[in-house]
């Protein structure tokens, strides 16, 4: 039996998925989302472009998928292992919270058959869900059940995020949820909740009583139907929780799309929400009745905050008469201010579901789960088959989408704009210019790129500019550092120096094509960051 026929075995994953990662020596690489990230589809942070094209990368499917299957029967999984989740490292430790679906069907409330659970990872590939002695479920507390108060309370989506500026330990860590309530149908609401330590939780507000689903009274936002939480962000020092909904808007649009709420505090939350995706075939009305046909924004955006930029990770829902022909792929957005986020390249598809048979076959859902592993960019996702929905079959379990490390996409040569002339003196040079980073005055400022194609015959020459776009003399012209090594963090230096000093409070970064072979270069990145950051 061939090797690759191996890897395909469940059995064997965990050493597959060993072989699939980087055979290299491991490198020391900084975190990336401590510094200022210029990303090669960030057409805000690169907005001046001359004979550049840019190239989305699709990622692979880890060959151990589905990482975090469902459990056995009568596990609090057995059902199904929804990834409207989280991933978060911590200490060298992976986390990662999930909504768990039982299968008592004699639970007559379905709500409550639905809970908040936990696993945990040493590689992000390999995972336990550990015994956390928490919560009661079929008379023991041997399970991986989070402890929510109040409880029972039914969730269908939780994502989580670590604040570390909050000054209160028992508000270290933050829950946005799906849960329900109830007007004359079942609706949909956010909840929010913190904890210590990501695994015992108390709503930020008190409630009165609840049964799987959350009285009317306890409400933290209008009382509309409101599908959180795709996502959950902090941004500018607000939070923002994304979601779907399809009520009206100052500008109409058709079936489901992006919206976000936010809270000063997390606790007390906007009565107002903004728009935050909507697909271009969405502003063609189809008319009432038909929310479930065409091409819509599927559960929100769920976001990896790089600091200056929000990558995002969002449904594209296949739409359709019959749930047995609506199907969901993923795609990929990028956002500037925190709201308003855009596809980089046009309905460009970031992840396809399963063929028939496949684990994650008919529809993909998105985690928020963005994690630089060595050489490699793990995007944790979920499944969810919609045209089984009014069977309910068991469902989901949690894959990675893998790619090389921070390259989602590139800008590459673009050969049809380019003039006579040989590399050397082009009529019209492939070069880019960034819009102004900001930078600390008298704090050692190191710049390093992310490439690939580099080599002697096939340079990036850096120049730095004040926010003018004056070129500063010592990083420029005949003194302009030029990178020709290949890399996920390249260093640049300028005549041998890599940590500047004196730069002006903002500076742009211009960058040039050059060499015979220059047409091999793929720029993912630049980063810049201050000496001190690890």
């Not at 975090?68 to 292992?81: K, Q, S, Y």
């Not at 579901?353 to 630089?372: E, K, P, S, T």
């Not at 050969?415 to 040079?429: F, H, K, M, R, T």
């Not at 500047?500 to 970064?509: G, Q």
């Amino acid at each position: 039996m061939k090797l690759s026929t191996l890897c395909l075995r469940r059995l064997l994953a965990p050493a597959c998925a060993l072989m699939f990662a980087s055979t290299s020596v491991a490198a020391e690489y900084f975190d990336e989302t401590k510094a200022t990230t210029i990303f090669a589809f960030d057409s805000v942070s690169i907005p001046h472009v001359q004979n550049l094209r840019l190239e989305m990368r699709t990622p692979t499917k880890h060959p151990a998928n589905p990482v975090v299957p469902r459990g056995a029967p009568g596990a609090a999984d057995a059902r199904g292992v929804q990834f409207y989740g989280s991933v978060i490292r911590e200490n060298g430790k992976f986390r990662m919270w999930y909504v768990a679906f039982d299968d008592d069907k004699e639970n007559k409330v379905a709500s409550a058959r639905w809970r908040a659970a936990y696993a945990e990872s040493d590689d992000g590939v390999r995972w336990v869900k550990p015994n956390l002695g928490l919560v009661e479920f079929h008379g023991n507390k041997d399970n991986n059940i989070i402890s929510t108060d109040p409880y029972p309370l039914g969730f269908v989506n939780v994502k989580v995020l670590r604040d570390d500026e909050d000054p209160d330990p028992a508000r270290r860590y933050k829950i946005s949820s799906h849960v329900y309530f109830r007007q004359e149908r079942r609706l949909g609401t956010l909840a929010p909740f913190v904890s210590t330590d990501g695994l015992s939780w108390k709503m930020e507000r008190p409630v009165k009583s609840v049964k799987a689903e959350l009285p009317e009274d306890d409400l933290v936002l209008p009382k509309i139907h409101f599908e959180p939480s795709g996502g959950l962000y902090k941004w500018d020092g607000m939070f923002f929780a994304s979601g779907q909904n399809s009520m009206d808007a100052p500008r109409p649009y058709h079936g489901r799309v992006a919206r976000v709420y936010q809270s000063p505090d997390f606790k007390n939350w906007s009565q107002t929400s903004a728009i935050s995706l909507v697909r271009p075939q969405q502003h063609t009305l189809l008319g009432s009745g038909r929310s479930r046909e065409g091409e819509q924004v599927h559960e929100g955006i769920s976001v990896w905050n790089r600091g200056n930029v929000l990558l995002g990770i969002f449904g594209i829902w296949h739409g359709a008469r019959e749930w047995k022909d609506v199907t969901i792929d993923l795609g990929f957005a990028v956002s500037n201010d925190g709201v308003a986020f855009r596809e980089p390249a046009h309905e460009w598809t970031f992840l396809k579901r399963g063929d028939d048979g496949a684990w994650d076959q008919g529809g993909l859902i998105q985690g928020q789960g963005f994690q630089n592993v060595e050489e490699q960019t793990y995007v944790y996702y979920g499944a969810w088959d919609p045209r089984h929905w009014e069977e309910e079959p068991p469902r989901g379990g949690v894959g990675i989408a893998v790619l090389p490390r921070d390259r989602f996409g590139d800008l590459v040569l673009e050969e049809a704009g380019q003039g006579p002339g040989d590399y050397q003196l082009p009529v019209v040079q492939s070069e880019f210019v960034t819009a102004p980073v900001n930078t600390k005055a008298g704090t050692p400022h190191e710049f390093h790129v992310n490439a690939d194609g580099l080599s002697n015959e096939a340079g990036l020459r850096v120049e730095l500019l004040d926010a003018q776009m004056r070129p500063l003399e010592n990083y420029s012209g005949k003194n302009s550092a030029v990178v020709r090594e290949s890399g996920f963090q390249t260093p640049i230096s300028w005549a041998g120096k890599t940590g500047i000093t004196d730069l002006p409070e903002r500076i742009r970064l211009r960058v040039i094509f050059e060499g015979a072979k220059k047409k091999d270069i793929r720029f993912s990145a630049l980063y810049v960051k201050s000496a001190t950051q690890k």
